[in-house]
T-cell receptor, first 113, second 115 residues
Framework: GENVEQHPSTLSVQEGDSAVIKCTYS??????FPWYKQELGKRPQLIID?????GEKKDQRIAVTLNKTAKHFSLHITETQPEDSAVYFC????????????FGSGTRLSIRP | EAQVTQNPRYLITVTGKKLTVTCSQN?????MSWYRQDPGLGLRQIYY???????DKGDVPEGYKVSRKEKRNFPLILESPSPNQTSLYFC??????????????FGNGTRLTVT
């Protein structure tokens, strides 16, 4: 069945440095790729998303890139800050999967002061 | 305030005692869904509903039931809970029945412990 692999499972970076989280999906018909941030004890919340007709999208310090040929997409966080510490989930869905959304297993990002 | 409301936030129960976790949204969303979150496994979809009276199985539906009699409510029912259903549960909604069109809005979660 459809699958989304997410790496790494944990990531620790120095404050001010960049962080990159990578995901690979299996369903070539996937065309919508959201990223959710979950702070400790809270609900996941959308931080950025990208559709298959776009290769890159930026929103201030965060950006997402998509390589449809390789079925990879990545989250980039620049100039990391303590409030970026959280668990990040990638997800993929598309017309062929109807209303099923497949999530990655999550990345716990820690920002070292 | 636009939101998805789950109740209860915390629940401790015993094996076999039927329970219901409620979920309600006030955004007139078509799509609603339930997920369970377990360490190292991410968010796994249990059931989803594209509209009133329309429900479908997600990836891990065994041991759960749902109903969608009204647009705003989507309760999760565990007829005979077992310890392997101990988990953190999230309800979510989306404006579009095709979730490749719009993101999910999550509730605050329900932490369920089955002893």
């Amino acid at each position: 069945g459809e699958n989304v692999e997410q790496h790494p499972s944990t990531l620790s970076v120095q404050e001010g440095d960049s962080a990159v989280i990578k995901c690979t999906y299996s369903d070539s018909a996937s065309n919508y790729f959201p990223w959710y941030k979950q702070e400790l004890g809270k609900r996941p919340q959308l931080i950025i998303d990208i559709r298959s007709n776009v290769g890159e999208k930026k929103d201030q310090r965060i950006a997402v890139t998509l390589n449809k040929t390789a079925k990879h997409f990545s989250l980039h966080i620049t100039e990391t800050q303590p409030e970026d510490s959280a668990v990040y989930f990638c997800a993929a869905t598309g017309y062929s999967s109807a209303s099923k959304i497949i999530f990655g297993s999550g990345t716990r990002l820690s920002i070292r002061p | 305030e636009a939101q998805v409301t789950q109740n209860p936030r915390y629940l401790i129960t015993v094996t076999g005692k039927k329970l219901t976790v409620t979920c309600s949204q006030n955004m007139n969303h078509e799509y609603m869904s339930w997920y369970r979150q377990d360490p190292g496994l991410g968010l796994r979809q249990i059931y989803y509903s594209m509209n009133v009276e329309v429900t479908d199985k997600g990836d891990v539906p065994e041991g759960y039931k749902v109903s969608r009699k009204e647009k705003r409510n989507f309760p999760l029912i565990l007829e005979s809970p077992s310890p392997n259903q101990t988990s953190l549960y999230f309800c979510a909604s989306s404006p579009s029945p095709q979730v490749y069109n719009s993101p999910l809005h999550f509730g605050n979660g329900t932490r369920l412990t089955v002893t």
